[in-house]
C-alpha cells in the first residue's frame, strides 16, 4: 500500500471504520478487514501512520482508554469535521468509480 | 483550518517531543499486547504468540519509524534530530573535531580580520563626501627632484590664480602647536591651511564653524579650529570653548569651531587646523605646502592634470632659475595614502589566503579519514533500514555543524584580532581607526565557512553511502581505503606542503631582510641607551624681531647656545647637542648644493640630500666619527666666523673622487653666480642615514653650524649623553623647565627607541607574516601527522603480516619514514617551483637580500622537510611496535 490512490482509499476506509464508532488501532484493522469481506488486511505499518497523519489533519481524535482486556490503548473517533470528510469522500468515490466503469464498459463494447 | 491543525500538530511534535514520543511507544506497545491477546485467545502459547505477533507487525520500531516519517514539521524536527546525533558524534572524538574547528577557526579568523584590514584601508571610500573628486596637487621640478613634492606660497599664488578646474586651489601644512591651556603646555599635531580647505573636504563642522573665505589676509585675526577629541578632552565639551582665546606658543588664538571625530586630515593624529595668513613672499622658495583640491563637476582628472602642468610650464617661463621641467602632478587622494601599503596588504592577503587553503586541506583530509572509519557504523545503519538519503544527510549536517562551529569561533577571533591590531600601534596604516568587521566581510566568511562543510561532507558522505552494506560490513576496519581516497590524501598532504613552504619562504624572506635591517649601518656609535632626545618648541615670539616682525636668527642661536651650556654643566652628562634632525630617518631639510667650477646645469644634477643643521658637541654625543679634518668647533658657530660645512663619507666621494675633500669650496643650496657665498669643508663624517634606515647604504648628507645664517626655524632637537641616559633624563627636564618654562618639551626618546620607531612598519610585516608561515607549518604538520598515522592505522593488518613474514622492524618503520618523505618531497619542489615564479612580488620589501636568496630558499626546505619528518616520526615508531599476532588478529 503505497500509492496516492491507496492511501486515499485508507484514509476512506479509516473514516467509515470509526464511522461506526470509537475504536483502538488494531480494532480498526480488524473492523476494515470485517466491512470489507476481508478483502483488506492493513497491517500496522501502513495503519498507524494514516491514523497519525489522519488525526494532525484535525479529521479524527484521540484519547487514552482501556480495551476490553483491560489493556491501555489509544482510542481515535471521527471529529465533526471528519464526519463532514467522510461524506466528501464517499461522494468523490461514487462519482469516480460510475465514471470508471462507464469506461470500462465502453472499452469492451467495441 | 486544516493548515492550523497541521501547525499546532508540529508545534506539539516540536516543542513537547518527549511526550509525544511517549505516547506513541505506549500506542504502539499496546497494539502490539492486543495482538498477542489475540493470538492467545486463538490457544497460542504466550512466549510464540508475542513472536508471531512481533513478525506480523513488522517490529515495534519500524512502525514507530512510519509513524514518525509522516508527523508534521518532520522536516524540521528531523534536522533537530541531525544535528543532535552530529554534536554527540564530534565530542565522541574530541581530538578530531577540536583540531578540525581549530584549523577552520584561525584559517576563518584570520582571512576575515585580514581582508577587513584590506577592505578598510584599500577599497573603502574615504570618510570624505565624494572621495573620488580629491586629488592632491604636488610639484616635480629640479633641483628639488621629489617625486611629488611640496609646493612654496609663491606656486600657490600662481596656482590660484589660474585654476578653473578644482573648486578651489588649497594648500595645507603639516604644523605641531604648542597649546598652552592649563598648567601643562602640551603639543597638537594638526595643519595651517588655507582658504576653502574645509569645503573641499566637504565635512561639516560639529559645532561652531570653519574659516571664511575671507579670513585668510595677512591681517586676519589668528583663529583655529579642534578636533572633537580635543575639544573633549580639553575643554571638556563645553559649548563656551568656541570663540574662547587660547595660546598657541603664546600668541593668541580665537576657536572658532570643532570638527568631528571622525576627521582627522592630514594625519591620523591631526587635532588642530589654524587659518594660512601668508604674506606676499619675496622670493621663489622656500617648499613646505601639499595643495589639494575637489574637482568641479564635470571636469576630470586628466583635464586637471592639463591644467596644472599648464600652470606648471608658466611659472618655470617666468622664473627659469628656480624650475627647470616643472610639472604639478594631480594624485587622486586614494593613491597618495596608500604608497606601499597596497603590496604589502597584497602580500599578507595572499599568504592569509595560503593559510586558509591550508586549514581547509586540513578539514579534507580529517573527514576523509574519518569518513572512513566510520564505514561499519553506517553499513550497521543502512541494513537497519535507514535510508541512504538520510545518512548522507546526517553526515552533511555534521559538517555543517563543525563548519559551523569553526565559522562562529572564527568570527569571533576576527573581531578579537581587530581589536588587538587597532590597539597595537604596530600598524602603519592610515585609516586603520575605521576599519570594523563589515557585513559582507562577514557573510563572505559564512559561505566560506557552509560551503567547505558541504564540500567536505559531500565526498566522503558520498562515498560512504554509495557502497553495499554487505561489503562493510565483512571486511570491518581491515577493509582497504580505495586506491581513489588514498591518492586524494597525497594530493592533498602535497598541496598543503607546497603552500606552507611558499608561505615560509615569504615570511623567511621578510625576516632576514628586517634583521639586516635593524643591523644596518645607523652610523652612531654612541651605545643606544645612553643617548636620550628630547624635542624642544620655545614660543615663538621670543624670537620675533619686533620691529621687522621677522626671525631674529642671533637670538635664535643664542637661546640654544646657552641652553646647550647649561646642560652641558649637569652632572653624568658627557656630551650635548643641539639639532633640527635625527637618525635614521627625522630629518627636517633637504638641498642640494654646487660645486666650485660648475655650472648651473652641472649643478642642477647634483642631488639633494638631507641637511643637519647642528650646534654644540653633535657627532661626539651620538658617537659619529669624524674620518678626516675636524668637527665643529665653538668658532663656527659665531655669527661673524666664516661659513664651514661637513660632509658625509658618501657626498664626499661623490663630490670629490680621488681628492682630499678637506679644504675644497662647497656652495650650500645650489648654484650661484657668486663665488663669494661658498663655503670651506672642514671635515668629513661617517655615514648616518636620515631618510630612513633602508637607505643607510648611501647616506649622504652635509651638516652646518647653527649659526645665525643659518637659522631657519625655532623647532629643535636636544641630544644628550650620559652615563646610561635613564639616570639623567629627569634632571634634564627639569633643568629645561628651569631654563624656560615657556617652552614646550616632548617626550624623550632614547636613541633605541628612535631606531626601532623607524622600522616600526617593517617590524609589523614581518611578524605578522612569521606568524602566518608559523601556524601554517603547525597546520602542515598535523596534516602530514594525522595523514601517516592514518594510514599506519589502515594498513596495521599489512604490517603485521610484514613483520610476520620476517621483516625487521626498522623496515616497516623506514617503509613509513619513506612515504612521508616522498610525499614531503614532492610537496616542497613544487612549493619551491612556485615560490620562485612568485617572490619576486617582494622585492621592493627587501632590504640586503635579493628575492631568489638561496640561503633563505635552502633553509626554509630543510626546516619544513624536518618537521614534516619529525611529525611522521610517531606514527612511525608506533608502526614499528606492532605486534605482529594482534595485527593479524586484528578485525
Known amino acids: 500500500m503505497g500509492t496516492n490512490l491507496l492511501q486515499g482509499t485508507l484514509d476512506l476506509l479509516i473514516l467509515k471504520a470509526l464511522a461506526l464508532g470509537e475504536m483502538h488501532g488494531l480494532g480498526i484493522s480488524r473492523r476494515i478487514g470485517q466491512i470489507t469481506d476481508g478483502a483488506f488486511q492493513v497491517g500496522a505499518g501502513s495503519l498507524f501512520p494514516a491514523l497519525h497523519r489522519l488525526e494532525e489533519a484535525g479529521w479524527l481524535t484521540s484519547s487514552w482508554g482501556e480495551s476490553e482486556n483491560r489493556r491501555k490503548a489509544r482510542f481515535y473517533r471521527l471529529s465533526r469535521a471528519g464526519r463532514r470528510q467522510l461524506d466528501a469522500e464517499t461522494q468523490e468515490w461514487s462519482r469516480i468509480s460510475v465514471a470508471i466503469a462507464a469506461a470500462l464498459r465502453a472499452t469492451h463494447a467495441t | 483550518m486544516k493548515m492550523w491543525t497541521r501547525l499546532a500538530s508540529a508545534w506539539r511534535n516540536l516543542f513537547r517531543s518527549t511526550t509525544v514520543e511517549r505516547d506513541l511507544d505506549r500506542e504502539m506497545n499496546g497494539y502490539l499486547d492486543l495482538l498477542t491477546d489475540e493470538k492467545i485467545a486463538r490457544g497460542d502459547s504466550p512466549a510464540s504468540a508475542r513472536r508471531a505477533a512481533l513478525l506480523e507487525m513488522g517490529g515495534v520500531e519500524p512502525v514507530k519509524e512510519r509513524v514518525r516519517d509522516v508527523r508534521a514539521g518532520q522536516l524540521v524536527e528531523t534536522a533537530l534530530r541531525d544535528l543532535r546525533y552530529g554534536a554527540r558524534m564530534l565530542a565522541r572524538t574530541p581530538g578530531f573535531s577540536l583540531a578540525a574547528i581549530l584549523a577552520l577557526t584561525l584559517g576563518i579568523g584570520a582571512t576575515t580580520v585580514i581582508f577587513s584590514l584590506v577592505y578598510g584601508v584599500l577599497f573603502r571610500p574615504l570618510p570624505y563626501p565624494d572621495d573620488d573628486r580629491l586629488a592632491m596637487v604636488a610639484m616635480h621640478f629640479t633641483p628639488q627632484n621629489a617625486e611629488r613634492g611640496p609646493m612654496s606660497i609663491a606656486d600657490y599664488l600662481d596656482w590660484r590664480a589660474a585654476n578653473r578646474s578644482f573648486e578651489d586651489a588649497v594648500v595645507y601644512q603639516f604644523d605641531r602647536f604648542p ?182 586541506a586540513n578539514v579534507a583530509n580529517l573527514l576523509l579519514a574519518r569518513a572512513a572509519t566510520r564505514r561499519r557504523e553506517i553499513a550497521l545503519r543502512l541494513s537497519l533500514g535507514a535510508s541512504r538519503a538520510r545518512i548522507i ?76 552494506p554487505n561489503v562493510a560490513l565483512k571486511d570491518g576496519a581491515r577493509g582497504q581505503t580505495s586506491g581513489r581516497t588514498r591518492r586524494g590524501h597525497a594530493v592533498l598532504i602535497v598541496a598543503e606542503i607546497a603552500l606552507a613552504l611558499i608561505l615560509l619562504v615569504g615570511a623567511g624572506l621578510l625576516l632576514r631582510s628586517f634583521v639586516l635591517l635593524q643591523r644596518a649601518n645607523t652610523g652612531v656609535r654612541a651605545p643606544v641607551q645612553d643617548v636620550v632626545t628630547l624635542g624642544l618648541t620655545p614660543p615663538a615670539r621670543k624670537f620675533r624681531n619686533a620691529q621687522t616682525n621677522e626671525l631674529d636668527r642671533p637670538r635664535v642661536t643664542a637661546y640654544y647656545t646657552e641652553l646647550v651650556d647649561r646642560l652641558k654643566r649637569m652632572p653624568r652628562v658627557q656630551a650635548v647637542s643641539v639639532s633640527d634632525t635625527l637618525p635614521p630617518n627625522l630629518m627636517s631639510w633637504a638641498d642640494s648644493f654646487a660645486l666650485e667650477g660648475q655650472t648651473f646645469e652641472q649643478a642642477q644634477a647634483n642631488p639633494t640630500v638631507p641637511l643637519p643643521i647642528v650646534l654644540g658637541d653633535y657627532f661626539r654625543t651620538l658617537g659619529i666619527p669624524v674620518i678626516k679634518g ?76 647653527l649659526q645665525p645664517a643659518n637659522v631657519m626655524g625655532t623647532r629643535m632637537a636636544v641630544i644628550v649623553r650620559g652615563d646610561d641616559a635613564r639616570t639623567f633624563t629627569e634632571a634634564v627636564r627639569r633643568e629645561l623647565r628651569a631654563f624656560d618654562p615657556e617652552m614646550v618639551v616632548s617626550q624623550p626618546q632614547s636613541l633605541d627607541q628612535l631606531l626601532s620607531a623607524s622600522v616600526s612598519g617593517q617590524r609589523f610585516r614581518t611578524v605578522l607574516l612569521t606568524l602566518f608561515a608559523g601556524v601554517a607549518i603547525l597546520l602542515a604538520a598535523i596534516g602530514i601527522y594525522g595523514v601517516i598515522a592514518y594510514a599506519v592505522a589502515q594498513r596495521t593488518h599489512e604490517m603485521g603480516l610484514r613483520l610476520a613474514l620476517g621483516a625487521a622492524r626498522h623496515d616497516v618503520f623506514r617503509l613509513v619514514m619513506g612515504d612521508a618523505a616522498k610525499l614531503t618531497a614532492v610537496g616542497v619542489v613544487i612549493g619551491l617551483a612556485v615560490a620562485f615564479v612568485l617572490t619576486r612580488w617582494l622585492s621592493t620589501l627587501l632590504f640586503g637580500i635579493g628575492a631568489r636568496d638561496p640561503l633563505t630558499f635552502a633553509g626554509v626546505s630543510l626546516t619544513l622537510m624536518a618537521v614534516a619528518l619529525m611529525a611522521a616520526f610517531v606514527p612511525a615508531s608506533r608502526a614499528m611496535r606492532i605486534d605482529p599476532m594482534t595485527a593479524l588478529r586484528q578485525d
Open chain 2, 179 to 360: 597649546l598652552i591651556a592649563g598648567d601643562e603646555p602640551a603639543e597638537i599635531t594638526g595643519a595651517t591651511v588655507s582658504a576653502g580647505f574645509f569645503s573641499a573636504l566637504g565635512v561639516p563642522p560639529l559645532a561652531g564653524r570653519v574659516f571664511g573665505a575671507h579670513e585668510h589676509e595677512p591681517s586676519s585675526d589668528a583663529l583655529i579650529v579642534i578636533g572633537e577629541d580635543l575639544w573633549r578632552r580639553r575643554f571638556g565639551g563645553r559649548a563656551d570653548a568656541i570663540g574662547q582665546v587660547v595660546s598657541i606658543g603664546s600668541t593668541p588664538h580665537t576657536i572658532v569651531g570643532v570638527m568631528p571625530a571622525s576627521f582627522h586630515f592630514p594625519q591620523r593624529d591631526s587635532e588642530m587646523w589654524a587659518n594660512m595668513r601668508p604674506r606676499p613672499p619675496s622670493r621663489r622658495g622656500p617648499f613646505f605646502l601639499a595643495g589639494v583640491g575637489r574637482l568641479k563637476p564635470g571636469v576630470t582628472l586628466a583635464q586637471a592634470q592639463a591644467e596644472t602642468n599648464t600652470i606648471g610650464r608658466a611659472i618655470e617661463q617666468a622664473n627659469p632659475r628656480n624650475y627647470t621641467n616643472l610639472t604639478m602632478p594631480v594624485v587622486p587622494m586614494r593613491d597618495v595614502l596608500i604608497d606601499n601599503a597596497g603590496l604589502v596588504l597584497f602580500v599578507i592577503s595572499a599568504a592569509v589566503g595560503s593559510v586558509l587553503l591550508i586549514a581547509l
Open chain 2, 393 to 468: 544527510r546526517q553526515l552533511l549536517t555534521e559538517s555543517v555543524l563543525l563548519s559551523g562551529i569553526g565559522g562562529l569561533a572564527g568570527i569571533a577571533l576576527a573581531h578579537g584580532g581587530l581589536v588587538l591590531l587597532k590597539a597595537s600601534d604596530a600598524t602603519p596604516f592610515h585609516r586603520i581607526n575605521e576599519v570594523v568587521i563589515d557585513g559582507r566581510i562577514l557573510a563572505f566568511t559564512c559561505v566560506i565557512s557552509i560551503l567547505s562543510g558541504v564540500l567536505f561532507g559531500l565526498a566522503p558522505a558520498w562515498q560512504s553511502a554509495q557502497e553495499t
Open chain 2, 630 to 705: 675636524r668637527a665643529f668647533t665653538e668658532r663656527d658657530f659665531h655669527a661673524d666666523a666664516p661659513s664651514v660645512v661637513l660632509l658625509s663619507a658618501s657626498l664626499a666621494r661623490l663630490c670629490f673622487p680621488g681628492r682630499d675633500p678637506i679644504g675644497q669650496r662647497f656652495k650650500v643650496s645650489g648654484w650661484s653666480p657668486n663665488n663669494d657665498d661658498y663655503s670651506e669643508v672642514v671635515g668629513i663624517a661617517a655615514d648616518v642615514p636620515y631618510d630612513g634606515l633602508q637607505n643607510s647604504a648611501n647616506a649622504q648628507a652635509y651638516y652646518l653650524p
